[in-house]
């Protein structure tokens, strides 16, 4: 009987480039992965974490994406976008921020991720400046972090209802800043600039050549007959503002994964040769959708917020009652954003063992960058059954822990 030799096994280090040691994540996802493996245990879970519509995509615009799909839109499409869409797109901003747009200024993309990585990406330089909301998206800090610019943090303050100091970010502003990034609704917060913010933070730009990222995802999802509104919108500033908005939170459709940026007709070849380069296109079909979510019927859009609304306020309320726990009012989104320090636990501590111990799945504030220590988020993207299920179990956790 022949016998061969074992070849010895070589292991080889894996060896990542230097700039994933600066790369960050998004927790609800990590958060979902931990609260489903407790859910194949057998434990019962109420989802408080992602931050996606519960809701299904209006009927008419899946319609339009089943039609798209049987007469042929399965093939590559213009790095930019369907230019149906991109027009669809402009006179929609056109309109609804009183403003001139035409299609040659907006770049479709798959999701709302890519504009805040592109823009990052063709703007700042290594040692550049990025000012940011903190506590804010996470990505905004992980791609400022990724490209090597500095991430600068501006803190958003509960008592100014999460909005921040602007003598703050006037100081902080310096010949390195290269883009300041504003969220409105926000998340994590909820909070929402009014027309005076956005013209106190205008003001403190003044002149300069600073470019502003306004992130509007949230823009159709403002409570109480509030208004929204961009910076975008003031003059002088058209040219210095990406708008970054899109279907995910409006219509439902976070998982046929299309947003938008409206930017100069001189940068947005720039941002679309980066699509070229990384996705080529956004899917032809979903795009034939998107022209009928923008241009057919809305009633889905105010069906949906005014239920995010009567959820927000009967969370709100039942956080209220609830020992350590106090939570102003959010105004926009669909984000509940408690303070916890009358618990004595920190934000991580506290959202873990609300997870394993009652089945709550919340987000640590600190997921949304330092200055979210002592708050907790939880979405209201769930029936109002389950949220008040939610509150009785945080208020059982709370009566034995506390």
């Not at 040691?21 to 859910?39: C, D, I, M, Y």
């Not at 550049?128 to 490209?147: A, C, H, K, L």
């Not at 927000?312 to 020992?323: C, M, P, Q």
Request: proline fraction near 4%; charged fraction near 25%.
């Amino acid at each position: 009987m022949t016998t061969f030799a074992m070849e010895p096994v070589t292991q080889y280090e894996l060896r990542l480039a230097e700039r994933m040691s600066r790369l960050g994540t998004e927790t609800a996802f990590e958060v979902l992965n931990k609260a489903r493996a407790l859910e194949r245990q057998g434990k019962q879970i109420i989802h408080l974490e992602i931050g996606e519509p519960d809701f299904d995509t209006p009927g008419n615009i899946v319609e339009a994406g089943v039609q798209a799909l049987k007469k042929g839109w399965t093939h590559y499409g213009p790095s930019a976008g369907l230019p149906e869409l991109r027009q669809a797109i402009a006179e929609e901003v056109s309109r609804s921020r009183g403003i001139k747009v035409t299609s040659d200024e907006v770049v479709v993309v798959p999701g709302g991720k890519p504009i805040i990585f592109f823009s990052i990406l063709a703007l700042a330089d290594i040692e550049d400046e990025v000012i940011y909301p903190n506590p804010g998206f996470p990505i905004y800090e992980s791609m400022i972090r990724y490209v090597g610019a500095k991430a600068v943090p501006i803190r958003l303050r509960e008592e100014k209802d999460f909005g921040f100091d602007v003598n703050e970010l006037a100081s902080l502003i310096t010949d390195r800043t290269r883009l300041i990034i504003i969220n409105s609704p926000q998340n994590p917060t909820g909070g929402v600039l009014t027309q005076q913010d956005i013209r106190d933070i205008a003001d403190v730009i003044g002149d300069r050549n600073i470019m502003v990222l306004s992130d509007e995802i949230y823009s159709r999802l403002i409570f109480d007959g509030g208004q929204h509104h961009s910076i975008m919108s003031l003059p002088g500033f058209q040219d210095r503002t990406i708008l970054l908005d899109g279907f995910s939170k409006t219509y439902a459709m976070t998982g046929w994964r299309m947003g938008y940026g409206v930017m100069r007709a001189d940068l947005a070849p720039h941002i679309t040769r980066l699509m070229t380069n990384s996705n080529s296109c956004t899917a032809s079909f979903t795009q034939v959708a998107g022209i009928e979510a923008v241009r057919g019927d809305q009633t889905s859009v105010d069906r949906m917020r005014n239920e995010f609304q009567r959820r927000r306020d009967a969370f709100v309320a039942g956080l209220n009652k609830i020992k350590g726990f106090s939570c102003r009012m959010p105004k926009g989104a669909f984000y509940v954003f408690p303070n916890i320090t009358g618990t004595g636990w920190k934000s991580k501590k506290l959202a873990d063992a609300l997870l394993e111990d009652a089945g709550i799945a919340g987000l640590s504030g600190t997921s949304f960058g330092e200055y979210g220590e002592g708050y907790l988020r939880f979405s209201v993207a769930n029936s109002l059954e389950n949220l008040n299920k939610a509150l009785e179990r945080i208020d059982d956790w709370t009566k034995k822990n506390l």
